[in-house]
């Protein structure tokens, strides 16, 4: 694996307003009590793929900022380290809710990879 895999810098994040909105107009949704996942698959074009996009909605209700805060660095890195096993194009936004806090990053990674599943936004035996 190249260490540019491993990086979540702009190419890989959802940035602007409207991006965000395309995906929750645009996409699907699947969900469990700790978070919603919004997703859509941006068509390649001219043979050109587009990398594995992530946006982050964290709500007040999740808890403080200390809170919100570990959530995302949590999420964040489980994306960093996955992405390269997701289907090119695929632009996600994770909604998480409270309970989502409660878990381990471990349990975390787990349901947020079955999620990906479910979705069948995962590259067959990339795992």
């Not at 929750?24 to 050109?48: M, N």
């Not at 007040?60 to 964040?76: E, F, H, Q, T, Y």
């Not at 806090?101 to 067959?124: D, F, N, P, Q």
Request: with cysteine; charged share 30%; aromatic share 8%.
């Amino acid at each position: 694996m190249e260490a540019r895999c491993l990086l979540f810098g702009p190419p890989q994040r959802l940035l602007k307003a409207s991006e965000f909105t395309r995906v929750f107009k645009q996409g699907r949704r699947l969900s469990l009590p700790e978070f919603t996942l919004a997703y859509r698959v941006r068509p390649s074009r001219d043979g050109k793929s587009y990398p594995p996009r992530l946006g982050l909605s964290v709500s007040r209700k999740v808890g403080d900022a200390v809170r919100r805060n570990l959530i995302k660095r949590r999420l964040r890195e489980i994306f960093r380290l996955n992405q390269h096993s997701l289907a090119p194009g695929c632009e996600m936004v994770v909604i998480p809710r409270k309970e989502a806090v409660e878990l381990s990053y471990k349990e975390l990674e787990t349901r947020i990879l079955a999620l990906w599943e479910r979705g069948k936004l995962l590259i067959k035996g990339s795992s």
